[in-house]
């Protein structure tokens, strides 16, 4: 990802985010997610993390139309996701649920999950303690560090 093309892909959180009522700090850091393959358009994922504590954690994520997060599982985290805007289809062990803005879905840990929209969407994540290191992708090529470029 080059780095226009990194600041093109925040302003699109940032913007997918106010559009959906959501007012963040001054200095709020957004996570730019291509796991590693460069292909942020179709597997991506932006993300503000708003709190990240031993107990509990709580971030924003932002689908582009027709982007998905793959397929993965955590050992440690136990996770509910709430769609703010859009639509999402959430594929827990080969099964699809709809998420709608209100719904909401708790995923246990050790689930295989993944979740694409095609309209675009935003998600509240309320979960345990997040950690990069927790994530284990079906696909082992993938890494789940985000993009990073010094402004």
């Known amino acids: 990802m080059t780095k226009k093309e990194f600041l093109k892909a925040q302003s699109y959180v940032k913007k997918a985010l106010k559009?959906?009522?959501?007012?963040?700090?001054k200095n709020a850091e957004i996570e730019i997610v291509d796991f590693g393959l460069n292909n942020f358009d179709k597997i991506g994922l932006g993300i503000y993390l708003k709190v990240?504590?031993?107990?509990?954690?709580?971030?924003?994520?932002?689908?582009?139309p027709g982007q998905t997060c793959p397929y993965h599982k955590h050992?440690?985290?136990k996770e509910t996701f709430f769609c703010i805007?859009?639509?999402?289809?959430?594929?827990?062990?080969?099964?699809?649920?709809?998420?709608?803005?209100?719904?909401?879905?708790?995923?246990?840990?050790?689930?295989?999950h993944t979740f694409t929209s095609k309209t675009g969407a935003v998600i509240e994540e309320v979960s345990t303690f997040d950690s990069n290191?927790?994530?284990y992708f079906k696909d082992k090529s993938i890494n789940r560090e985000p993009v990073k470029y010094w402004l």
């Open 85 to 112: 805007k859009g639509v999402v289809d959430l594929t827990v062990k080969d099964k699809i649920i709809k998420l709608k803005p209100g719904d909401s879905y708790t995923l246990k840990r050790g689930e295989y």
């Open 133 to 135: 290191a927790d994530n």
């Open 19 to 25: 559009d959906a009522g959501i007012i963040l700090p």
């Open 52 to 64: 990240n504590e031993p107990e509990y954690c709580s971030k924003w994520m932002v689908l582009k």
């Open 75 to 77: 050992k440690k985290k």
